[in-house]
């Protein structure tokens, strides 16, 4: 596809990444492509809420495992909240996601689906004119999935499933527990374990622990980190 935006286009980029090397080779990538646009760069969520809420951006490339602050450990859980935050707080805003985590992208689908900004991803095995590409379409408004597509294809998920695992496998909670915070009854929650189960295709084995398996693909599929 070629390039609609000229050489001499002013843009604001951000670019959101914890890795320095990594964060300065995209800028690198991205100023060769556009030499006359603004760049701004954060490595942490909470940097990067701040830098949107004060600069009209044209643009963000992001990285999924991010820190929510300096000292944090990075996670790919505090990209895909801060992603989730800025398509409801901007849906107009232009967004490149790069990352090797594209597969948690599952967790917000529905968000990603009804966002209006351009959306595109690009995973890191990408070359850097695949990558190129990808940050173009975002920039025209369009929306590319096709990557993510492929990974949820078949696979229907309910928030509230969603819910139930983050409760029970990052929180540690029980079903009573988990039954109060979403204020359902345990049989309620009983059935979320079955319809999640379910569609990932996880049944009860002689020997095995079905909530053990049911973390294991939850894992695999991205849905937990």
Request: no cysteine; charged share 25%; hydrophobic share 40%.
């Amino acid at each position: 596809m070629e390039n609609t935006f000229t050489a001499d286009k002013l843009l604001d980029i951000l670019v959101i990444d914890d890795h320095e090397s990594v964060l300065g080779g995209t800028v690198k990538i991205l100023q060769n492509k556009y030499p006359q646009a603004k760049f701004i760069t954060a490595i942490t969520s909470n940097e990067a809420i701040q830098i949107v809420a004060e600069n009209k951006l044209d643009l963000i490339v992001m990285d999924l495992s991010i820190p929510l602050y300096t000292g944090v450990t990075a996670r790919p859980d505090h990209g895909i909240q801060l992603l989730k935050n800025l398509m409801t707080t901007y849906p107009d805003l232009n967004i490149v996601v790069q990352s090797a985590h594209v597969r948690t992208l599952i967790r917000i689908r529905l968000d990603i689906d009804n966002h209006k900004g351009g959306f595109t991803i690009a995973d890191k095995s990408l070359s850097t004119q695949e990558m190129l590409i990808r940050v173009d379409w975002a920039l025209q408004g369009l929306t590319h999935i096709k990557d993510i597509k492929t990974i949820y294809s078949g696979l229907e998920l309910k928030p509230e499933w969603l819910q139930v695992l983050n409760f029970a496998f990052e929180a540690g909670l029980q079903d009573k527990t988990i039954a109060e915070k979403m204020n359902v009854s345990e049989r309620m929650v009983r059935h979320y374990w079955s319809k999640l189960q379910d569609a990932l295709n996880v049944y009860p084995e002689p020997g095995k622990n079905i909530r053990i398996q049911t973390e294991k693909r939850a894992r695999e599929e991205g849905l937990i980190d």
